[in-house]
């Protein structure tokens, strides 16, 4: 019998999401209780979502996913199993961010309006913040055990 990677109640908060058309990831991630308890599933989602925000994609959707992204990183804790998987997808985690900042990726960035162009930028730049705070979590938790 083959096991599940996705944590116990993901695919009913995934439908429940679908169904109810939240306005927002924070709008469905604030709801009572956590639709995605689990930081395994958060850091794949985040993982999974920086890497095709680099691909082919129309800009609307990669300002979405990075929207995303912002979302699922904010307050992520991780114990150190994840968080040894985190580092280890450091490095294209943050090279990504860098294409993106310098519209290098997507490719849709090179024919992007200005306007978009900057908020490509501006929501990369918050990705990456929310990337180091992320990186710095455990160091201070792992320091008061």
């Known amino acids: ?39 395994t599933l958060r850091l794949r989602l985040l993982t999974r979502l920086m890497r095709i925000s680099s691909s082919h994609l129309p800009m609307e959707a990669v300002e979405h996913n990075l929207d995303w992204v912002i979302s699922l990183g904010r307050g992520l804790k991780l114990p150190a199993a994840e968080f040894s998987e985190f580092t280890a997808d450091l490095p294209s985690l943050q090279r990504i961010v860098i294409a993106l900042v310098r519209l290098e990726a997507p490719p849709a960035a090179a024919t992007a309006s200005d306007a978009q162009q900057q908020r490509l930028k501006h929501s990369a730049r918050r990705v990456a913040d929310v990337l180091q705070a992320i990186e710095e979590l455990p160091e201070v938790s792992l320091a008061f055990q």
């Open 1 to 39: 019998m083959a096991t599940s990677i996705v944590p116990p109640g993901t695919a009913n908060a995934l439908r429940n999401f679908r169904d109810r058309g939240w306005s927002s990831p924070e709008a469905f991630l604030a709801q009572a209780p956590n639709p995605l308890q689990s930081s």
